[in-house]
């Protein structure tokens, strides 16, 4: 069964703006409602999302800054592809993402297809439906690699392209696109590229594709001595081996490393734990030999005291005359003068004996205190030394048994390295030889081939499933379909399709669509498995509720088609539809349709796709 891809969400982001949000149903979504409300901008932001190169600005969007389209890829894998509204590179999350991500992106998708570059959003979406590398026609002389953007108008089909008079198959409208619109038809119908599509060679053109023969011989040559007697197979088998080796290899040098780090770590914390400890160390040495000075001192005060208290009660009592203690002379001294002046300064000296006392035993106390603190700090700071230099010693053992384990990767990452480089000369040289084989094939034939066309019964096969879906439809006078390949033109009964109007172009332009999806599906051709449809059966539609008589007798087919199309879609059409109207359906649909409703009038229902502004509110 071929791959398909499923929209599941499409929401606008902005940190100072309500989220703006749809949620497509797996089958059918309907659309409608009010114009001007965003329906259309919801076909165009999906557009967008999906590689076209702007977004039109519109005043409701200003202030969202991201965008998000929800993707369910075949096998049900969820993804989210994010862009900004200015434009710029996508960014995919491998998830169901709803708000703005915190973190990096899974990967990075550029706008622009490139041959030579995965990592584009197109090459991204065409590999997931089986159509990366599918060659179409650009020219009558030459292929080139089938872009997205190619694809894009046969599944998602705007407004303007909906009534416009040229043929749906040729959206562009320019002449020179037209062989590539008309391959691009033709490979989605066939399920065969134009890879091998004939060109004309004149007789120049010959002789340069003898020296491209001549020259890719020497190539292939001189890359096949590189590889000497390998075998693709057996470096295969030897690629896987070393792949296992060198993840091997990588967790024994990562888990080292990581025992390292933490070991340095352990390392760092002690030194910085040994630094202030030694700091501690040396600021209670200095405390100790300052308190020990202080000791000193008082030691010198309380002997010196002592000797005062001894010497004074000796003083006064050998000679007459003046009190050696207060000077004065003996006709001035009181009975027992002497007596009292020594009791007096021997009270003065016990007194000053108690308080130096007193306070060289603080300061004993205090010298004890930090000799015991100096203690257990040399004895933290010498366990911290020796925790050193057995980490340093444990991080020379790691790094001694990490060398050989880095060699040992080394090693491996070099077999590794040569192993794939000898299969990329294999595939080169594959792809040089297959280039040749085509090249001389050419150059052999020398012919001119007939323009590629779509056999008969293919064209058959395809108008059969149109005229189904217009029968279902109830579309009158469609019984006899006719393609016209050069113009690339459906015709009914003969009608070019310009020549309708605009309600019957939309209604065969939207049966193109559908019936090109129920094709491939039929024949388990490539698709991308979804289509959608702006206003297939009406144009205009007012604000709900105030519509004019004259908004109401738009060109619009009867109320039957619009009908019969919405319940097709609902019940026999195998894919994802997403239908943009105006009118209201107007039917029963099933209850597994998504239906909006965006009124475009204030307290009745949703107003639109973006929330309604708060009048005189500022972004």
Same mark, same amino acid.
């Given at each position: ?338 007596? /009292? +002046? =020594?009791? !007096?300064?021997?009270? #003065?000296?016990? %007194?000053? &004996? ?6 060289? @035993?603080? $300061? ?24 050193? /230099? +057995? =980490?340093? !010693?444990?991080?020379? #053992?790691?790094? %001694?048994? &990490? ?6 990767? @080394?090693? $491996? ?207």
């Amino acid at each position: 069964m071929s791959k398909r891809i499923q929209l599941t969400h499409l929401t606008f982001l902005g940190a100072e703006r309500e989220k703006a949000s749809i949620e497509f149903g797996s089958s059918l979504t309907v659309i409608h409602g009010a114009s001007d409300t965003g329906k259309s901008y919801v076909v165009e932001a999906i557009d967008y999302m999906l590689g076209a190169n702007t977004l039109k600005t519109i005043p409701e969007e200003a202030g969202y800054t991201h965008i998000l389209l929800g993707l369910t890829l075949d096998g049900g894998r969820s993804i989210t592809l994010l862009r900004t509204p200015s434009g710029g590179d996508i960014s995919l999350y491998r998830r169901d993402l709803r708000d703005i991500p915190a973190g990096p992106p899974d990967q990075v998708l550029g706008r622009r297809h490139s041959a030579a570059n995965e990592r584009n959003i197109s090459r991204f979406l065409l590999r997931e439906i089986g159509l990366d590398g599918t060659r179409i026609q650009e020219k009558k002389s030459s292929v080139r690699d089938l872009r997205f953007r190619d694809l894009c108008h046969f599944f998602l089909v705007d407004e303007t392209q909906m009534h416009a008079k040229r043929s749906p198959v040729l959206h562009s409208g320019q002449y020179p696109s037209q062989v590539a619109e008309k391959s691009t038809f033709r490979v989605l119908l066939s399920g065969r590229d134009d890879a091998g599509l004939d060109q004309t060679l004149t007789e120049v053109e010959k002789s340069v594709s003898k020296g491209k023969l001549e020259l890719l011989d020497s190539i292939i040559e001189s890359m096949g001595g590189q590889l000497e007697s390998d075998d693709a197979e057996q470096l295969r088998d030897q690629l896987q081996r070393l792949e296992s080796s060198v993840r091997e290899a990588t967790s024994s040098v990562d888990d080292v490393l990581s025992r390292r780090g933490r070991l340095v770590d352990a390392r760092h914390r002690i030194s910085r734990e040994s630094s202030e400890q030694q700091n501690r160390v040396d600021e209670v040495s200095e405390l100790l030999a300052r308190f020990n000075l202080l000791k000193k001192q008082y030691d010198s005060d309380l002997a010196r005291l002592e000797m005062v208290r001894e010497a004074g009660s000796l003083l006064g009592f050998f000679d007459q005359g003046a009190c050696v203690f207060c000077g004065a002379s003996p006709e001035h001294q009181q009975a027992n003068h002497v007596l /009292v +002046e =020594t009791t !007096s300064i021997e009270i #003065a000296v016990s %007194v000053e &004996l108690e308080k130096t006392n007193r306070l060289r @035993d603080d $300061l004993l106390v205090t010298i004890d205190d930090l000799r015991d603190q100096l203690m257990e700090v040399e004895q933290k700071l010498r366990k911290s030394r020796s925790l050193i /230099v +057995e =980490t340093d !010693s444990q991080i020379a #053992a790691l790094d %001694v048994g &990490l060398t050989p384990l880095r060699g040992g990767l @080394d090693g $491996l990452l070099a077999a590794r390295s040569n192993a794939e480089r000898k299969l990329s000369l294999f595939a080169q040289i594959e792809e040089l030889r297959a280039r040749r084989m085509g090249l001389a094939e050419r150059v052999i034939q020398n012919s001119k081939s007939a323009t590629p066309s779509i056999d008969a019964r293919t064209i058959a096969e395809f108008i059969e499933v149109m005229q189904q879906s217009l029968h279902a439809w109830n579309v009158p006078d469609v019984e006899h379909i006719s393609y016209s390949e050069g113009k690339a033109e459906f015709r009914i009964n003969g009608r070019p399709h310009s020549s309708r109007g605009k309600g019957m172009r939309a209604i065969l332009h939207a049966s193109l669509t559908v019936s090109l999806a129920n094709y491939c599906f039929g024949k388990d051709l490539p698709h991308p498995g979804f289509v959608i449809l702006d206003s297939p059966v009406v144009a205009y539609r007012g604000p709900a509720g105030r519509e004019s008589a004259e908004e109401q007798a738009e060109e619009m087919l009867s109320p039957s088609v619009a009908g019969n199309l919405y319940r097709y879609m609902d019940v026999d059409f195998p894919g994802q539809a997403i239908v943009i109207e105006n009118v209201d359906p107007n039917v029963k649909i099933g209850d597994g349709v998504v239906d909006y409703e965006f009124t475009r009038a204030d307290g009745i229902g949703r107003y639109g796709f973006f929330p309604q502004r708060v009048r005189g509110s500022v972004d």
